[in-house]
C-alpha cells in the first residue's frame, strides 16, 4: 500500500508548498509512490487518515497547539518543511519585540483580533522525525528526503556549510567580490542557491551545529558590517539560535 | 631532450592541435578570480593568471562524480568511467607536482583508483612557468619547478615561450605544430625567468625547509598555537575543497524516482569539516577545530612524508586566498618554529 501523504501550514507564505507544487516534471512519478490526502493548497479533498505530514509554517498561536498534537498524533512521521516550521523563519524577528507593541505594529487597529504569542518551530511544540530547512525548501532536497523514506532509509541533511556546497560550484568567494556572505556558518543542502545566483547567503537553513560565533563576527566586521548590522543580519532566519539570540 | 621557441601565434597553433583530440581546460577569467574551464577558443585562456579558485584536479577527480550505476531490483551495478581525453593547459609547478601526488595516491600499493586513472591516462598536461603571487609559498615545500609531471613544460623567454617536452606524447605534438628548435639564447632567457622568479618569493617559512618541516611537526604536537587557531577556525572546510593534494572524498548513494535506478557519487570531502572523524555511535575522533586544523596542517607538512619523500603541500596558497579568516600555513609554520 502507498504510503498516505499530508500537507499542513502554520504562520508562512505557503512557498514551501508552493515549491512542492512546482515540481512538475516529478509530481506524476512522486504520486506513483505515495497518496497525497491533505494539500490544502493544492487540492479539495482532505482526510486525516496518514502516515507522513509534512508541515509548512511556524507556531504563533495558541490555537496551533492542539492542531499540532492532533496532527502528530495522526501521522507517523512529522517533518516540519521550510525555515518557519524548523526554525521559526522570519516570523521569528518578533520575540525580539515586546508582543504587544509589535502586534499593535503589524495590525494597527484590529491587533485585538488577532491572537499570537512567541513565535516557535515546530519542534518546540510536537516531536519530530525530519527537518528540511530552508527559505524556500530545495525541492531536489524534498525529492530525496522522500525517496529516502519510500526506500526505508534515513534522509540526510548536510551537517556542513554552505561554503562548502559553493567552493564544488567553484563559485568566486562572494568576499572576494566584496559582498557579505553568512556561508561559513550556515548549513548547506541548498547547494549554494544565492552565492551561485551571485547574492550572499542570507543563513535561511540555519546555523551549522558548533558556529564559530566570535569568527564570523570578526569576518563581518572587517567586511564593513557594526556588530548590531551582523546580529540583525543573522535574525532574518537564524533568531532561534542560542548564538544569535544573545 | 631538445627545447622548442613557440611565439604566441605557435602557441595559438599548439592550442588548436589539441582542441582536435582532447577537451582543453585552461586558465580563464571568472568574475574577479580565474579558474580552470574548457575552453572554446583560445583568446579565452588567460597565461597571466595569478592561481584559479579550484585546482585543476577537478578535471581529473571531480567534485560529484558517478562511480557506477545500478538497478536495486537486480542487485546489479555497472562502474561508469570517464575517458574523455583532457588536456590541462596552463598549470603551474605547484599543480603539476599537485597532480604527481594524486597520481601515487591513486594507485599507488595496487590499488588502484580506476576512475581516475581512467581520466589520467588519456590526459595531457602542459605547465606553464610562472611568478610568485600575493599568496603562495612554493620554495618552502620544494615545489618552485617541476622537473617532470608534464607533456610540454612552457617558460616565457622574451616575447615568446620556451618549450620543453616531458614525455613522448609531449614531444610528438610540439614536432606536430612544426615549433622552432630553441636557440641558447631562448634557453637563457627562460633560465632567466626562472631565477627571477626564485628571487620574486617572499612567502617563506624561516625556520625550517621542505626537508626539516616534518620534524617540526613532530615535535609540536602540544604547542599552544593549535588552541589559537581554535578561535580563529570557521571550519568551513574551504582549504580543503580548494587545495590540490587533498583527494578525500565521501560516497553517497542516490536513486531516482522510479526508485529502482540508482547512482553511486563521490563528492569531495574534507578533514576540516566536523563529521569528517565521525564514527557509528557518535564518537568524534577530532571534535575540536584544533585538532581538525593540526590534523590537517600535519597531513600535508608530516604523516605522508615518507611515502610522497616531500611535504604533500605544493605552496599554491589557495587555502589561505580561500579562508575568510586568513588561516595560513607559512604562518603557522613559523609561529610552531619560534
Not at chain 1, 15 to 28: H, K, M, P, S, T
Not at chain 1, 50 to 73: H, M, Q
Not at chain 1, 217 to 242: C, M, N, P, S
Amino acid at each position: 500500500m502507498k504510503p498516505r501523504v499530508a500537507f499542513f501550514d502554520f504562520a508562512s507564505c505557503e512557498g514551501c508548498q508552493l515549491a512542492v507544487i512546482n515540481l512538475e516534471n516529478e509530481l506524476l512519478d512522486l504520486v506513483s509512490h505515495i497518496d497525497i490526502v491533505n494539500f490544502r493548497e493544492a487540492m479539495t479533498e482532505a482526510s486525516d487518515d496518514y502516515d507522513i505530514a509534512f508541515i509548512e509554517g511556524s507556531v504563533t498561536r495558541e490555537a496551533d497547539i492542539p492542531r499540532l498534537k492532533k496532527i502528530r498524533e495522526n501521522a507517523k512521521l512529522v517533518v516540519p518543511i521550510g525555515a518557519c516550521a524548523c526554525t521559526g523563519g522570519v516570523n521569528f524577528r518578533k520575540n525580539f519585540y515586546e508582543l504587544g507593541e509589535i502586534r499593535n505594529y503589524v495590525y494597527g487597529e484590529s491587533a485585538k483580533y488577532f491572537d499570537t504569542f512567541a513565535t516557535r518551530p515546530v519542534k518546540a511544540v510536537i516531536p519530530v522525525d525530519f527537518e528540511i530547512p530552508g527559505c524556500p525548501i530545495n525541492p531536489k532536497e524534498f525529492l530525496s528526503v522522500v525517496k529516502s523514506l519510500l526506500i526505508g532509509r534515513k534522509p540526510e541533511i548536510p551537517n556542513h556549510p554552505v561554503c562548502v556546497e559553493c567552493k564544488l560550484a567553484g563559485n568566486v568567494c562572494m568576499y572576494d567580490k566584496g559582498e557579505v556572505c553568512l556561508g561559513a556558518v550556515t548549513r548547506a543542502g541548498c547547494g549554494a542557491w544565492c552565492p551561485s545566483n551571485g547574492s550572499g547567503c542570507e543563513g535561511c537553513r540555519g546555523l551549522v551545529d558548533e558556529p564559530n560565533k566570535n569568527s564570523e563576527k570578526e569576518v563581518l566586521t572587517k567586511a564593513g558590517l557594526t556588530v548590531e548590522d551582523a546580529v540583525q543580519k543573522f535574525r532574518i532566519f537564524a533568531g532561534y539560535f542560542e548564538e544569535v539570540k544573545k | 631532450m631538445q627545447g622548442f621557441l613557440l611565439t604566441k601565434e605557435n602557441i595559438k597553433g599548439l592550442v588548436s592541435e589539441l582542441m582536435k583530440s582532447y577537451r582543453v581546460v585552461a586558465p580563464v577569467k571568472k568574475e574577479t578570480r580565474f579558474d580552470f574551464c574548457e575552453i572554446e577558443k583560445f583568446e579565452d585562456i588567460r597565461m597571466d593568471y595569478d592561481t584559479t579558485i579550484l585546482p585543476p584536479k577537478k578535471h581529473l577527480s571531480p567534485p560529484v562524480e558517478t562511480l557506477l550505476k545500478f538497478k536495486r531490483s537486480e542487485n546489479k551495478a555497472e562502474p561508469v568511467f570517464d575517458n574523455t581525453p583532457v588536456a590541462l593547459f596552463g598549470l603551474h609547478p605547484c599543480d603539476i607536482k599537485a597532480i604527481r601526488h594524486l597520481d601515487q595516491a591513486f594507485s599507488e600499493n595496487n590499488n588502484y583508483d580506476r576512475h581516475y586513472l581512467a581520466k589520467r591516462e588519456k590526459s595531457l598536461i602542459i605547465g606553464l612557468e610562472c611568478q610568485p603571487y600575493d599568496y603562495c609559498f612554493c620554495s618552502s615545500v620544494g615545489s618552485t619547478f617541476a622537473k617532470d609531471g608534464f607533456d610540454i613544460m612552457l617558460t616565457p623567454a622574451g616575447d615568446s615561450y620556451f618549450a620543453e617536452a616531458g614525455s613522448k606524447k609531449g614531444e610528438e605534438i610540439l614536432k606536430s605544430i612544426q615549433a622552432k628548435p630553441a636557440q641558447e639564447s631562448d634557453a637563457k632567457k627562460a633560465e632567466q625567468f626562472r631565477a627571477e622568479k626564485e628571487k620574486k618569493i617572499v612567502r617563506k617559512f624561516n625556520k625550517v625547509n621542505a626537508s626539516t618541516v616534518k620534524e617540526l611537526m613532530e615535535k609540536t604536537w602540544d604547542h599552544k598555537h593549535w588552541k589559537e587557531l581554535e578561535e580563529r577556525c570557521l571550519a568551513c572546510g574551504s582549504c580543503n575543497l580548494v587545495c590540490p593534494t587533498c583527494f578525500c572524498f565521501d560516497v553517497q548513494d542516490d536513486v531516482s524516482l522510479n526508485l529502482n535506478d540508482g547512482e553511486r557519487k563521490r563528492l569531495w570531502d574534507g578533514c576540516m569539516l566536523v563529521d569528517f572523524a565521525k564514527v557509528a555511535g557518535g564518537e568524534n575522533f577530532r571534535e575540536h577545530r584544533s585538532q581538525r586544523i593540526r590534523h590537517r596542517i600535519n597531513r600535508k607538512m608530516n604523516y605522508l612524508y615518507d611515502r610522497f619523500n616531500s611535504p604533500t603541500c605544493v605552496g599554491c596558497g589557495r587555502c589561505v586566498r580561500a579562508c575568510t579568516v586568513k588561516i595560513d600555513p607559512v604562518e603557522i609554520v613559523n609561529e610552531l618554529s619560534k
